[in-house]
């Protein structure tokens, strides 16, 4: 059982990068998920000597079209961005509920194809029928 209740979703490389800047920060009382569609993304910019408080709990490369990215992700796209969600919510969901998170923060890059879909990703959370009770999001520059 979680004790933290909280994750913090790092979508997309701005979106890591912001969940990274929060670990070294507040250094507990959470959970973090990383989602990218690019491999490279999630390798070039999580330190795993970085303390994520209670645990680093995945490390999510999303996939579209069932074929898994190079190292450019979705180049800025955003539909690819919520295509890769799709195909990937049902994982997500499933360990959100299976760690019985209460509250998930998502972070992603405004201008970013995966990081831009933050607001469909919370939109999926919410209509899962995982029992999360508050979901937010935030942009990043």
Do not use: H
């Not at 920060?25 to 000597?49: K, M, Q």
């Not at 509250?103 to 990081?115: D, E, H, L, P, Q």
């Amino acid at each position: 059982m979680n004790e933290s209740k909280t994750v913090f979703i790092g979508l997309g490389g701005t979106g890591i990068r912001a969940v990274k800047n929060i670990a070294e920060t507040l250094n507990s009382g959470f959970d973090a998920f990383l989602l990218n569609t690019d491999l490279e993304g999630i390798n070039d910019e999580w330190n795993s000597s970085v303390s994520v408080g209670e645990q680093l709990i995945g490390l999510f490369l999303m996939s579209f079209e069932g074929n898994l990215v190079e190292s450019k992700g979705t180049e800025g796209n955003v539909a690819l961005g919520k295509r890769a969600i799709d195909e990937s919510i049902e994982g997500i969901t499933k360990d959100l509920e299976r760690f019985e998170y209460e509250k998930v923060m998502i972070f992603g890059g405004s201008k970013g194809g995966t990081g831009g879909a933050a607001s469909y990703l919370a939109e999926r959370i919410i209509a899962s029928d995982c029992n999360v009770k508050t979901v937010s999001y935030c942009y990043v520059a």
